[in-house]
């Protein structure tokens, strides 16, 4: 029995990093090769000795597919292709191998910054494995091999975000990657035509949250920027280089220009160019408005938002800095902190998750008194603001996109346990599905029905044609013939045909059946009430008396002959054909109801 | 523990034992573990039970039915494991339908079985199995059971039990061990298709390579010799590549696994009808020959035992215990001819042949292997009339529009491996006239791929350029070739390429062009009306506004190596040159490129104070060595340059590794004054006061005022003054040091309780 198996590395039941197993017809596929932040050995990677134990990965997989540019997506990848030994194909979008190696550059830095070069990939090991990709467009259907086939649609999420669909023969599995089934200022929402996949593997950060109003959400942010910045506080807001950090940027410029304001906003480390390049360069990735307005005016070119430098931070007044990283670990935005941590009327907004350890993960929990280095003590008076930001799609937008693919069966990923169980069951409700959610390391065997191709002879179809009914893709019709399985192929002939190229003779096979009808005349007698009888119910078919006494209906016969102990009780011995079994069988249960008492 | 953690631990145990409490971060637990194991590993696990009562609460706690996180159970059962592994043996569990767990528990089953028949067994290695501990005799049954199942998934857990037992255990019991169960692994030959075949293979190598059994005596090497004929020929592959790495085993069953290798190339040429005394020596066995039907019958089984075959070959070509004598022809020959099949330039003349051009035409996973291994065979040697082909089939693939990108980028790496591995002509140190002639060939060829569409061409083709100049760059023949070429002049236009990483790769290939004398016509600073740039100003332009890293750092390289070299361009006047490339650094965003600039510092630091740079033994003009002079003196050209101002403010950088380097650089620079004998303390004690305090604001943060010329007695004196020593301390203590501390994880779980909302569990 062909089986589609999915065994999750990483995002089963979890949210670390996402590296999902797909078998599909024989074809082994990695969806994608993410890192944990939240670790700084090993255990950041997934653990590939599970896949083959000795064996070499680029003979065990068919290739690797990246959903999109997080780390928690595409971190592990320069690990796996160039230290691990992944010599095969690499699919990605287009601006997703473009900006690829800018955050894993980002994280490199990192990295370094705390452990030195040991045991982490390099500058060139990051090019390297960039060669190594097959950037694909949107609804581009790319040939892996002769047999494995993938797509990409799009996403949201972040630029060059996309859901793939995965091919071999009749199956399919969709990936969906992480998205957003809602447009924001920057992308557009999630689509997916209505391809019926055996499976969809879906991201369920938020399985149970039907998401307050993003317009809430950003007006709260707006009101808390502009308090701020209105008793002469400072802003800093740490960013990761690419993604969330372009919508608020878009958001704030757009706020600034309404309510004309004049406090300076900053962002750090030149990205802004960088970004601006890259918006510019998959315009068509961005939501249709930005797309309208792009030749007037390039919503990414902002008016108020200048490019920071170190000096800046020094100077009095009201600002709103944007500076990486996001998660206040390291470098610039971590020293921005560390100057404005003691003044109230400053503030810090982390618009995205921390990991634990951090001191954007430490100031989140409510903690005031951090320890810095050389076993100073620095003290959190400025406010902490959390606003997540992130573009997942809820609890509604998920039902809708396995409302719009119509799966035969939903795999839950990437979120926690207690949520997937809440919304496998508002699936399997809902849409009459299975729903899994495999952990970490677990294995979900599908079964599929393969659909086999089988050649019909023209022969067949003819005598088919020739009973005057038109084929009608709507209106299915049994068609009897032989089915012959021959050099791995399957042709439907008729039966003489077979017979014919097989060299086989015909034998006749007959049902024969005996009914026992209480009835003390003569059997001549019984057999013209048999007849008569049967004229009368059988008025379609043609009822035969014979001279030999047998009755007929057409290619069945029945003969009646005394009981050897029974006078009283006749015995009827029922025939027929293979080909008219259904009649038969009718026949006889109506011969079993007994004969109607004679008229006479 | 310290008292802090103590202190912090009772009130994470009861957090973690109510269900009504979720736990964060899923990676605190992993975190909270590794704590617990070091502690466990350093002391007594039972010592730590005693002194934090807390945690047997916590593990009894657990025990109670109730609606725990499963997260937390794990942790909890984990835990207990860890602590109980000091004293006693665990209960097995095995067939979870996790892989994690699968795996877990067969490695918890195999230190069981070590410990359990630690004492046991150790002091009697003649002790027969139905004299080991009941513990070890259940373990022994249950694998037993497994192997017996007619289930893969039990067979492959025993089978995996098993290899690791023998990868870990070396002791004699191993060996009683094998002589029971081997009957058993035998059988699982007759199945048909033989089960768990990959994992039946790691076993079989596993015990191989065991010290303790001498395999003689244990029929070892005739089950090897077995399985090899049973399994297919992909599954037979990595078990003939692995009786090949062994140390010691008999020949015939060498000679059996190569042969196995083998197989598939005999088959290809057989096919391909080459000479058939190749075929004699390639097909060590001499035996009937396979057929391309029954070997390689279809696209994807051909596709997949060639690309395997190929990488078994490679990973067994460099190795001191690979067969001799090595059949370096005929796996030339048929490496030559997977290629030109895959390229569709060989024509076959048979129907099998037919066969596999069909199969094998444009395909790139074969083309991508066959190269890899034609590159490995460039260090033995071959006939020249093949040598010939390997460099007729490598420019075809460097021709060819079909090729792919990452099949062009291995063929650049094997062409470079062959080039590199023909032989120099006696005397004059040039290639050998047959490599003159394929380069002769080839540099045309690198044009077209300069001027690719695809990126990733462009910069393979600038990649091997580079290789290629700093390997035969000094070199007449190809150098006369390479200037005869429209090489040089594309890779300067590359400087320009919209992608940041070809025009890095372009960036590094013209600094080793210019190095070599190799630019089209070279222009000076000093002939700026010529028809071309010069290329130090283009790479200045490109280090202070390419909008990209990659570019940049590769111009500090380039610059830094000119500066070792004593390139023409910079010897002219080296301080104006490193005052700018100074100035222009220290803006940069990039930490790479500020760290680097540091580099180009310390070289020009170890030139002007006389000490020979030990970074460049390679040299064409000597460094420009100063007499020893005094130190006011040899300090001014760096006061010049600025060098003071640009190392003391990476002293402050937020970018460590760049602090460190200057603070490295720095120490460097206080060790060489002081063994100066000049005036001390010379310099005016207010400007001394005023760059001090400068730094301060520096270190506090504050960016402000640059400070202008120094004088050498100032310098010196701030040098003295500063505790650069206790920087390095500080700066040494990895960034991460709060974040990886115990107390901060402690702390953290605490201050995440009850401050969860309901999207906790947040992502990007």
Redesign the interface.
């Known amino acids: 029995m062909p089986e589609i198996r999915v065994t999750p590395l990483g995002a089963g039941q979890d949210v670390g990093r996402s590296c999902i197993l797909v078998s599909i017809g024989g074809k082994n596929v990695m969806l994608d090769c993410g890192m944990h932040m939240g670790f700084n050995d090993d255990r950041r990677f997934p653990d590939f000795s599970y896949i083959t134990r000795n064996g070499r990965l680029t003979d065990f997989l068919d290739c690797v597919i990246i959903s999109h540019f997080h780390l928690d997506h595409c971190g592990a990848l320069p690990y796996f292709s160039e230290m691990v030994g992944y010599d095969g194909p690499i699919y990605m979008t287009h601006p997703t191998q473009a900006i690829c190696p800018i955050l894993l550059e980002d994280y490199r830095k990192i990295a370094v910054d705390k452990k030195g070069e040991a045991n982490f990939f390099t500058s060139q090991m990051i090019k390297d494995c960039m060669k190594k990709v097959v950037a694909v467009h949107l609804h581009q259907t790319v040939q892996v091999d002769d047999e494995l086939e993938i797509k990409a649609y799009y996403a949201g999420h972040v630029l060059g975000a996309a859901m793939f669909q995965i091919k071999v023969g009749s199956e399919s599995v969709v990936y969906t990657g992480d998205y957003n089934m809602t447009p924001d200022r920057h992308l557009g929402a999630a689509w997916i035509d209505k391809c019926r996949p055996n499976l969809l593997i879906t991201e369920s950060t938020y399985a149970t949250t039907i998401r307050d109003s993003k317009r809430c959400r950003e007006r709260d942010f707006l009101k808390k920027v502009h308090e701020a910045v209105e008793r002469g506080g400072k802003v800093l807001i740490p960013v990761f280089a690419l993604g969330r950090a372009q919508e608020l940027c878009i958001l704030l410029e757009t706020f600034w220009e309404r309510m004309n304001l004049k406090a300076p906003i900053y962002f750090s480390t030149g990205l802004t160019e960088k970004a601006n390049h890259y918006y510019k360069l998959f315009i068509t990735w961005t939501n249709q408005k930005i797309r309208k307005t792009f030749v007037q005016r390039n919503m990414f070119e902002f008016k108020h938002i200048k490019a920071f430098d170190r000096a800046f931070a020094d100077n009095p007044g009201p600002m709103v800095v944007f500076a990486t990283p996001g998660m206040l670990h390291a470098g610039q935005s971590l020293q921005i902190f560390r100057k404005w941590a003691g003044n109230e009327k400053n503030m810090v907004i982390m618009p995205g998750y921390c990991v634990q350890g951090t001191v954007g993960h430490k100031i989140l929990s409510g903690q005031r008194k951090l320890e810095m280095e050389g076993r100073q003590v620095l003290e959190v008076k400025m406010q902490v603001e959390y606003m997540s930001f992130s573009a997942h799609a809820d609890a509604k937008g998920i039902m809708q996109l396995v409302g719009q693919a119509e799966p035969e069966s939903v795999l839950l990923v990437h979120g926690e346990a207690k949520k997937m169980e809440f919304l496998k069951q508002k699936i399997e409700q809902e849409f009459r599905v299975s729903c899994y959610m495999p952990a970490n390391g677990e294995t979900v065997t599908l079964p599929t029905s393969p659909s086999i191709p089988v050649g019909i002879s023209l022969g067949l179809l003819k005598r088919e044609m020739a009973q005057g009914l038109l084929p009608d893709a709507k209106k299915p019709r049994l068609l009897h013939g032989t089915l012959i399985m021959k050099d791995s192929n399957f042709r439907l002939v008729s039966s003489e045909q077979a017979l014919k190229e097989l060299g086989l003779a015909e034998h006749q096979l007959r049902f024969t059946c005996r009914v026992h009808l209480h009835d003390p005349r003569k059997e001549q007698e019984t057999a013209v009430r048999v007849y008569s009888h049967l004229k009368s119910v059988l008025k379609e078919h043609c009822v035969q008396h014979l001279p030999d006494g047998s009755v007929t209906v057409e290619s069945i016969l029945i003969q009646a002959a005394a009981h050897s102990e029974d006078p009283g009780t006749k015995v009827l011995l029922v025939s027929w054909t293979y080909q008219d079994e259904e009649l038969g069988s009718h026949l006889t249960s109506l011969l079993k109801k007994g004969l109607p008492q004679a008229a006479s | 523990m310290d008292p802090e953690c103590s202190q912090l631990l009772p009130a994470l145990c009861s957090v973690l034992a109510d269900p009504r409490q979720p736990v ?5 637990l ?2 909270l573990l590794d704590w617990f194991k070091t502690i466990t590993e350093a002391g007594s696990s039972l010592l730590l039970l005693q002194e934090n009562p807390c945690l047997l609460g916590l593990l009894c706690h657990v025990l109670k039915p109730q609606d725990l996180s ?1 997260r937390v159970l794990a942790f909890s059962l984990r835990l207990a494991g860890m602590l109980a592994a000091q004293e006693d043996c665990f209960q097995y569990l095995q067939g979870d ?5 699968a ?1 877990a528990a067969g490695q918890l089953l195999v230190h069981i079985l070590g410990l359990s028949l630690q004492g046991a067994a150790e002091g009697h290695p003649g002790l027969q199995t139905g004299d080991w501990p009941v513990c070890a005799q259940k373990i022994v049954s249950h694998i037993e059971e497994s192997l017996r199942s007619a289930a893969t998934p039990q067979i492959t857990q025993a089978l ?1 039990v098993l290899t690791t037992t023998f990868g870990h255990c070396h002791n004699p019991w191993t060996q009683v061990l094998w002589v029971r169960l081997s009957p058993l692994v035998a059988c699982l030959l007759e199945k048909d298709p033989v089960p768990a075949a ?2 039946l293979v ?1 076993l079989l190598l596993s015990v191989a390579r065991s010290s303790v059994l001498s395999s003689s005596s244990c029929g070892l090497w005739e089950t090897l010799a077995q399985t090899l004929s049973h399994l297919s020929p992909t599954q037979a592959g ?1 078990l003939a590549l692995g009786i090949l790495k062994l140390q010691e085993c008999p020949q015939a069953l060498r000679a059996q696994a190569f042969a196995v290798l083998l197989q598939p190339l005999t088959c290809v040429l057989e096919a391909t009808a080459q000479a058939p005394g190749l075929l004699d020596s390639l097909d060590g066995t001499g035996g009937a020959s396979v057929t391309v039907d029954t070997l390689l019958p279809s ?2 089984a051909c596709v ?1 035992l060639l ?2 075959t190929l ?1 078994h070959l490679e990973l067994l070509q460099p190795l001191p215990q690979r067969p001799s004598p090595w059949p370096q022809a005929p796996l030339l020959g048929a490496t030559v001819t997977i290629l030109r099949l895959c390229s569709g330039l060989a024509t076959p003349t048979s129907d099998a042949g037919g066969h596999l051009c069909a199969f094998l035409v444009g395909c ?2 074969v083309q ?1 292997a066959a190269l890899d291994f034609l590159g490995t065979l460039s260090q033995g040697t071959g006939p020249r009339e093949l040598v010939t082909r390997v460099f007729a089939v490598l420019l075809e693939y460097l021709t060819s529009p079909d090729s792919s ?2 099949v062009l ?1 291995k063929a650049f790496q094997a062409t470079f491996r062959w080039l590199q591995s023909s032989p120099e002509t006696p005397g004059c140190s040039d290639l050998d006239p047959h490599a003159q002639l394929f380069l002769r060939e080839l540099l045309p060829v690198l044009p077209k791929r300069l001027c690719s569409p695809c990126w ?1 061409v462009r ?2 083709g600038l990649e091997f350029l580079t290789q290629m100049i700093g390997h035969w760059g000094g070199q007449a023949g190809f150098r006369r070739a390479l200037l005869a070429s429209e090489v040089p002049e594309l890779t300067e236009q590359l400087l320009r390429d919209p992608e940041s ?1 070809v025009r890095a790769s372009a960036v590094a290939a013209m600094g080793q062009l210019s190095s070599q004398g190799l630019r089209v016509t070279p222009a000076s600073p000093e002939h700026p009306g010529g028809r071309q740039k010069s290329l130090l100003a283009e790479l200045l332009r490109i280090l202070s506004t390419d ?4 570019p940049r ?1 590769a111009v500090m390289h380039v610059f830094t190596q000119w500066l070792r070299d004593g390139h023409a361009d910079v010897a002219g006047d080296t301080e104006r040159f490193v005052a700018r490339v100074l100035q222009v650094a220290s803006q940069d ?1 990039d ?2 490129v500020r760290a680097q600039g540091l580099e180009l510092a310390l070289v020009f630091l170890e030139q002007t104070l006389g000490r020979p740079s030990s970074h460049c033994p390679y040299a064409v003009t000597p460094p420009v060595a100063a007499p020893p002079s005094p130190l006011a003196q040899a300090l001014r050209p760096l006061c010049r340059v600025q060098l003071f101002e640009f190392a003391f403010r990476a002293l402050f950088d ?4 760049v602090a460190q380097k200057s603070c490295d650089l720095l120490l460097f620079l206080r060790a060489q004054t002081a063994s100066y004998s000049g005036p001390q303390g010379s310099g005016s004690v207010p400007e001394v006061a005023s760059v001090e305090a400068a730094l301060q604001r520096w270190q506090a ?4 005022q640059p400070l202008g010329y120094l004088e050498p007695e100032v310098v010196v004196a701030v040098l003295r003054s500063m505790d650069l020593e206790g920087l390095r301390g ?1 700066l040494a ?8 501390s115990p107390q ?2 402690l ?3 605490l ?2 309780v009850g ?1 969860l909302g ?2 906790e ?4």
């Open positions: 964060a971060d899923d990676t605190c992993e975190k499963p339908s996790s892989l994690f767990v795996s995996n990959h994992s790691d990595p696209k994807a997949g690309c395997r990488a790139v996973r991508r990108p990452t980028k990733e910069d393979s990483y909008s990209e890293g990659f750092r965003l930490w790479e937020c970018d460590r590794p943060g504050d960016q402000g500080v203590e990895s960034s991460d040091r709060v974040e990886k901060s994880l702390q953290d779980m201050a995440t401050a309901e999207d569990a947040d992502c990007y």
